[in-house]
């Protein structure tokens, strides 16, 4: 039996998978809207949010803007090449499974 490749314990986490999803088919994005967009707590989010950047899979910039908190994230390189990691890898786990009968 082949060897079955690993998934990245980091991406794996469903809310995890999601942002960087969403981080990866726009330049920037706010916090409050990865949390319209992911229906996540505010906590959850943030929680997950600490988790990929301490892989160094997301980047931060955190400002205030009329005395409010803004936090605007992007993949990052690092991020962006697991993420391309981690989705071939799930073809492979997924084998013939992804094809669609005709």
């Known amino acids: 039996m082949p060897e079955l490749p690993e998934l990245d314990p980091v991406i794996h986490g469903k809310l995890r998978l999601a942002v960087l999803s969403l981080l990866a088919g726009v330049e920037q994005a706010e ?32 400002k205030f803007v009329a005395r409010k908190p803004l936090s605007i994230y992007r993949i990052s390189k690092k991020g962006r090449a697991a993420l391309d990691q981690y989705v071939r890898s799930l073809k492979v786990l997924l084998g013939n499974a992804l094809v669609q009968p005709s």
């Open 31 to 62: 916090f409050t809207w990865l949390r319209e967009k992911t229906g996540a707590t505010d906590g959850n989010l943030g929680a997950n949010l600490v988790k990929l950047e301490e892989a160094q899979y997301v980047e931060v910039e955190k």
